[in-house]
């Protein structure tokens, strides 16, 4: 298959909280099953609808701390008062297979992973926009998994985090589902 290279990339995925990250890669996953997603610890509550092990590896903070302080983590970040984070072993490995890895991160993980790893993996990154703010705070709501206080505190941060999409090889604005997830496969797959 054209995608298998010596080596694999690290795909690095950010958008805004309700931007349609993780929608987008379920998705996209759908039309390149060979590629690894990183499941991401954190130390917040699953949501009603997640599983452990499936959208995110759920763990005690004092867990998660240690593992910090032990350097499993390729990035880690704190983001509204709970802690997320990459494991270094699962990435690094599946790179050297060939494979390709794409993470759903924020821009400080993003940020953190080019500093310290753009010299020693190929990194691709892409920036998933919202076509709008009200759009985005639509999703929020739709989501029903937060308070108002909390959708208020997630579109302030949004604000700052898209400022940030000029930091990124590639900026894909998520007006349709389906069309994004083709300009996603397009960026990094067809040339």
Not at 51 to 68: M, S, T, V
Not at 140 to 160: C, M, Y
């Amino acid at each position: 298959m054209e995608h298998f290279r010596e080596k694999g990339r690290l795909i690095i995925l950010s958008a805004p909280s309700g931007g349609g990250k993780t929608t987008m890669i379920e998705k996209w996953l759908q039309l390149r099953p060979e590629v690894k997603r990183s499941i991401s610890y954190t130390t917040r509550s699953p949501r009603p609808s997640e599983q452990n092990g499936i959208e995110y590896h759920f763990i005690p903070r004092a867990d998660f701390l240690r593992k910090r302080r032990q350097g499993f983590f390729l990035e880690w970040a704190r983001v509204f008062d709970y802690f997320y984070g990459t494991s270094k072993t699962f990435c690094f490995q599946a790179i050297e297979k060939g494979l390709d890895v794409i993470l759903a991160i924020d821009v400080q993980g993003m940020r953190k992973i080019m500093r310290r790893f753009s010299r020693r993996l190929p990194i691709v990154t892409i920036f998933v926009m919202p076509p709008s703010e009200r759009v985005l705070k639509e999703r929020l709501l739709k989501r029903k998994t937060d308070s108002k206080s909390e959708i208020e505190k997630r579109l302030r941060f949004a604000k700052d985090e898209m400022k940030a999409r000029h930091e990124y090889n590639c900026v894909i604005i998520n007006r349709n589902l389906k069309e994004a997830v083709r300009r996603l496969d397009r960026f990094l797959y067809v040339k």
